[in-house]
Nanobody, 115 residues
Framework: QVQLVESGGGLVQPGGSLRLSCSASGSIFSIADMGWYRQAPGKQRELVATITRGGRTNYTDSVKGRFTISRDSAKNTVYLQMNGLKPEDTAVYYC?????????WGQGTQVTVSS
């Protein structure tokens, strides 16, 4: 079993920055992909960014150039640095971790961008 603990969400003004963290613990032998997804009210959950074990990254178009995903494999932690935040980035952000053939989700952290 794997437990994920997210942190870093909050309220920020447009143009501001936040850094999300997600730490994995438990029966971890080898984490493959790690990523961040988000779900706004009334919308489906969508991919924000992913990073492979080898460090290859992928971003949804709307966050390219503003968000940066990174990971510390020694700490089993994935980060999402969010700069230039916009009101449309408001959502609950979830981290996702793939361990072998199993997928684990964090509990979600609220990000609200508003003046």
């Amino acid at each position: 079993q794997v437990q994920l603990v997210e942190s870093g969400g909050g309220l920020v003004q447009p143009g501001g920055s936040l850094r999300l963290s997600c730490s994995a613990s438990g029966s971890i032998f080898s984490i493959a992909d790690m990523g961040w997804y988000r779900q706004a009210p009334g919308k489906q959950r969508e991919l924000v960014a992913t990073i492979t074990r080898g460090g290859r990254t992928n971003y949804t178009d709307s966050v390219k150039g503003r968000f940066t995903i990174s990971r510390d494999s020694a700490k089993n932690t994935v980060y999402l640095q969010m700069n230039g935040l916009k009101p449309e980035d408001t959502a609950v952000y979830y981290c996702k971790v793939v361990v072998g053939s199993l997928v684990y989700w964090g509990q979600g952290t609220q990000v609200t961008v508003s003046s």
